[in-house]
């Protein structure tokens, strides 16, 4: 499913639509007035609005075009330690990796752990409100598309000079995973009519209206078919359900292929583990790339959203993306909010199969399976692949070393910059909002007996 900071707006009026190619303007004003769900419920009639003014830091798209050396893949051993199941909750996994100086990791989770507190007290709307003034691409909604998650595809596909959808062969499909409720495919079949079908697999979630699933529109549209798997629940873990996927587009020509799987990260043995994000995520992300190599035809491209990239199951999967497709970057859309850790990889022109692809595809299919079989009889456990491809080999390709250790620290410095705006705004504000709470204690009327007794529990 997509993040719940996507689900849609109320749809903007016709004569407040503005019909602009890039995304690097701020919002109108009336969509700053619409963008104001937001948790928490304190503080917000004491922000200095002089501490909310914008931020030198320049809002952008970044693009990183991502290589590597080598041109063949193939190993025998699978059953190394570096591709078996490890541990989720495991803060190594990211800060020592080595795909980033440790410092820029321990810097980033430095200034998202000062968030915690903020939230535990129930002033989070102190963090939006002075997000949005500091960084006015962070907020909400969207006046093209769906919601905010199509702004952030289309500046996916304008950050890679406009060639991940135009053209394409004709008849052409695409498959949306984890998609509900479907913004991407929205856009898709929005902009690019000539897509001759559109496919979709999202989870299921129990008590949860259908249209959270798919928009109604997609329900009802005749070029978009929707696809359950064979637990009729759609769950990406499941190894049949990726199968059913494969042999529902078995006679398409899936040209594209996009995924935006993410899921609000809960607190674990009541601490915060949204440091841990990206591995937490790991298993969605590995599902996505699996499915993906199944389908997407030759020439084909595929989107999918990622988190931080520290860890060599992020970095081994983005790997085998380079080995399959001809061109490969990292993007991080202007409307991907700067504070947060979301990028997007964009891999333009599936390779004709060799045996290094055929080699990655097979091997994805093989760790999904294994991590699903692991996981049977550890329900409320965590695990993931340590990594897809043995690290020694990755660790032996410079030129790709170089392109993500490069990525990760600009991303990283540029995210923990912000943050620590933000913060030390709310910092600053939250001296006025607790002298102003403590005057209210302290001129308050005293309860009287009766008001006391009525209230003791």
Same mark, same amino acid.
């Given at each position: 499913?997509?993040?719940?900071?996507?689900?849609?707006?109320?749809?903007?009026?016709?004569?407040?639509?503005?019909?602009?190619?890039?995304?690097?303007?701020?919002?109108?004003?009336?969509?700053?007035?619409?963008?104001?769900?937001?948790?928490?419920?304190?503080?917000?009639?004491?922000?200095?609005?002089?501490?909310?003014?914008?931020?030198?830091?320049?809002?952008?798209?970044?693009?990183?075009?991502?290589?590597?050396?080598?041109?063949?893949?193939?190993?025998?051993?699978?059953?190394?330690?570096?591709?078996?199941?490890?541990?989720?909750?495991?803060?190594?996994?990211?800060?020592?990796?080595?795909?980033?100086?440790?410092?820029?990791?321990?810097?980033?989770?430095?200034?998202?752990?000062?968030?915690?507190?903020?939230?535990?007290?129930?002033?989070?709307?102190?963090?939006?409100?002075?997000?949005?003034?500091?960084?006015?691409?962070?907020?909400?909604?969207?006046?093209?598309?769906?919601?905010?998650?199509?702004?952030?595809?289309?500046?996916?596909?304008?950050?890679?000079?406009?060639?991940?959808?135009?053209?394409?062969?004709?008849?052409?499909?695409?498959?949306? $995973?984890?998609?509900?409720? +479907?913004? !991407?495919?929205?856009? #898709?079949? *929005?902009? %690019? =009519?000539?897509?001759?079908?559109?496919?979709?697999?999202?989870?299921?979630?129990?008590?949860?209206?259908?249209?959270?699933?798919?928009?109604?529109?997609?329900?009802?549209?005749?070029?978009?078919?929707?696809?359950?798997?064979?637990?009729?629940?759609?769950?990406?873990?499941?190894?049949?359900?990726?199968?059913?996927?494969?042999?529902?587009?078995?006679?398409?020509?899936?040209?594209?292929?996009?995924?935006?799987?993410?899921?609000?990260?809960?607190?674990?043995?009541?601490?915060?583990?949204?440091?841990?994000?990206?591995?937490?995520?790991?298993?969605?992300?590995?599902?996505?790339?699996?499915?993906?190599?199944? $389908?997407?035809?030759?020439? +084909?491209? !595929?989107?999918?959203? #990622?988190? *931080?990239? %520290? =860890?060599?199951?992020?970095?081994?999967?983005?790997?085998?993306?380079?080995?399959?497709?001809?061109?490969?970057?990292?993007?991080?859309?202007?409307?991907?909010?700067?504070?947060?850790?979301?990028?997007?990889?964009?891999?333009?022109?599936?390779?004709?199969?060799?045996?290094?692809?055929?080699?990655?595809?097979?091997?994805?299919?093989?760790?999904?399976?294994?991590?699903?079989?692991?996981?049977?009889?550890?329900?409320?456990?965590?695990?993931?692949?340590?990594?897809?491809?043995?690290?020694?080999?990755?660790?032996?390709?410079?030129?790709?070393?170089?392109?993500?250790?490069?990525?990760?620290?600009?991303?990283?410095?540029?995210?923990?910059?912000?943050?620590?705006?933000?913060?030390?705004?709310?910092?600053?504000?939250?001296?006025?909002?607790?002298?102003?709470?403590?005057?209210?204690?302290?001129?308050?009327?005293?309860?009287?007996?009766?008001?006391?007794?009525?209230?003791?529990?």
């Amino acid at each position: 499913m997509a993040d719940q900071d996507d689900l849609p707006l109320p749809a903007v009026s016709p004569g407040d639509k503005k019909r602009r190619r890039e995304f690097g303007e701020e919002e109108s004003d009336w969509d700053a007035k619409r963008q104001s769900r937001n948790d928490g419920s304190s503080g917000r009639q004491y922000l200095d609005r002089r501490e909310g003014m914008r931020s030198a830091i320049e809002e952008r798209t970044e693009v990183y075009r991502i290589v590597t050396e080598r041109t063949q893949l193939i190993f025998t051993d699978l059953d190394q330690a570096d591709l078996m199941p490890a541990e989720v909750n495991d803060e190594s996994r990211m800060r020592d990796a080595g795909w980033a100086p440790p410092e820029v990791v321990e810097e980033l989770w430095t200034q998202k752990n000062r968030m915690d507190g903020l939230f535990d007290e129930g002033k989070g709307e102190m963090y939006y409100k002075l997000r949005d003034q500091k960084f006015p691409q962070d907020r909400k909604g969207s006046a093209k598309f769906a919601n905010r998650a199509g702004d952030k595809l289309w500046q996916v596909h304008c950050a890679v000079d406009d060639t991940l959808f135009d053209p394409l062969p004709p008849a052409s499909a695409f498959f949306d $995973i984890c998609g509900g409720p +479907g913004a !991407f495919s929205q856009l #898709l079949l *929005d902009k %690019f =009519s000539e897509m001759r079908a559109g496919y979709g697999m999202t989870l299921r979630v129990g008590m949860t209206a259908s249209n959270d699933y798919w928009y109604r529109a997609l329900e009802r549209h005749d070029r978009f078919h929707i696809i359950w798997g064979a637990d009729d629940q759609g769950d990406v873990y499941v190894p049949e359900n990726l199968a059913a996927a494969a042999e529902a587009v078995k006679n398409e020509l899936v040209s594209v292929v996009v995924s935006d799987g993410g899921f609000k990260i809960q607190k674990l043995d009541d601490k915060h583990m949204e440091n841990l994000q990206e591995l937490f995520s790991g298993r969605i992300i590995l599902s996505e790339f699996t499915l993906a190599l199944n $389908i997407t035809a030759e020439r +084909g491209h !595929f989107v999918v959203k #990622l988190f *931080d990239s %520290f =860890s060599h199951l992020t970095v081994s999967l983005i790997y085998i993306a380079a080995l399959c497709f001809e061109e490969v970057y990292i993007v991080k859309p202007v409307k991907s909010r700067i504070v947060n850790s979301e990028r997007y990889l964009a891999a333009k022109r599936r390779k004709p199969e060799s045996e290094t692809t055929k080699f990655c595809g097979e091997l994805l299919n093989h760790l999904h399976a294994r991590i699903y079989d692991f996981m049977k009889d550890r329900p409320n456990e965590h695990f993931s692949p340590m990594s897809t491809i043995p690290v020694r080999l990755l660790q032996e390709d410079t030129a790709f070393v170089n392109c993500i250790t490069a990525m990760n620290v600009e991303l990283g410095n540029k995210q923990s910059s912000a943050l620590k705006e933000v913060m030390d705004a709310v910092d600053t504000a939250l001296v006025e909002v607790r002298k102003m709470e403590a005057r209210q204690a302290r001129f308050a009327s005293p309860p009287s007996a009766s008001s006391s007794s009525s209230h003791q529990h």
